[in-house]
């Protein structure tokens, strides 16, 4: 059965440094891989999504992420954090075989970003 | 304007009562779902359906009820059987289910309470 982990359930980082948000999957199966972005009380956004295509995919806000299928993980970075990149963040994996299948979400990541 | 609505965004009930979640789509999606959001929990899976009169229990079921009368609407009734109904529930819609899920749009969210 296909599954995700996020490796910090917490991470902070300073206005302007890097980011990086960690994600290990498993699946039996050639998965598609999502990044997904909460903000408080808001409903989910799509950052980036990975569908077999190149490994190194661009999503919104400066962000990205690379498949790496021999480390089974799909981490996701930013050059340059901002204020407004506060938020909760969620790597998601589904099989891309089978019908039916519904998107498998992690725990979630909280970042903090301080001035 | 193309999206999914949740109303209402905050919902108060007393224990014992059942209590209906709108969610409309106005994205001809053909796939609709509904998760719940605990803290620290990730989303999970209570119901999807795939077309018009269809639907499936995903992984917490269990003192739910929906129901898919029309493409564009996707109720989700939490009854008195659930035994802690207090989270937030999050609808979403995708272009397709299938061999390669797409990617969900998510609603804003319900709030539901429950004392």
């Known amino acids: 059965a296909q599954s995700v982990t996020q490796l910090d359930s917490h991470v902070s980082v300073s206005e302007g440094t890097p980011v990086l948000l960690r994600c290990n999957y498993s699946?039996?199966?050639?998965?598609?891989l999502f990044w997904y972005v909460q903000h408080p009380n808001k409903g989910l956004q799509l950052l980036l999504k990975?569908?077999?295509?190149?490994?190194l995919v661009k999503g919104i806000n400066g962000f990205e992420a690379e498949f790496k299928k021999s480390e089974t993980s799909f981490h996701l970075t930013k050059p340059s954090a901002h204020m407004s990149d506060a938020a909760e963040y969620f790597c998601?994996?589904?099989?891309?075989?089978?019908?039916?299948?519904?998107?498998?979400f992690g725990k979630g990541t909280t970042l903090s970003v301080s001035s | 304007d193309g999206g999914i609505t949740q109303s209402p965004k905050y919902l108060f009930r007393k224990e014992g009562q059942n209590v209906t979640l709108s969610c409309e789509q106005n994205?001809?999606?053909?796939?609709m779902y509904w998760y719940r959001q605990d803290p620290g929990q990730g989303l999970r899976l209570i119901y999807y359906?795939?077309?018009?009169?269809?639907?499936q229990k995903g992984d917490i079921a269990e003192g739910y009820s929906v129901s898919r009368e029309k493409k564009e609407s996707f109720p989700l009734t939490v009854t008195s059987a659930q035994k802690n109904p207090t989270a937030f529930y999050l609808c979403?819609?995708?272009?397709?289910?299938?061999?390669?899920?797409?990617?969900?749009?998510f609603g804003p969210g319900t709030r539901l309470t429950v004392t």
């Open positions: 979403a819609s995708s272009t397709r289910q299938g061999p390669g899920s797409y990617e969900q749009y």
């Open positions: 998601v994996v589904s099989d891309t075989w089978q019908a039916g299948t519904a998107l498998i």
């Open positions: 359906s795939q077309i018009v009169n269809d639907f």
């Open positions: 699946s039996s199966y050639s998965p598609s």
């Open positions: 994205l001809n999606h053909d796939a």
């Open positions: 990975y569908t077999s295509a190149a490994t």
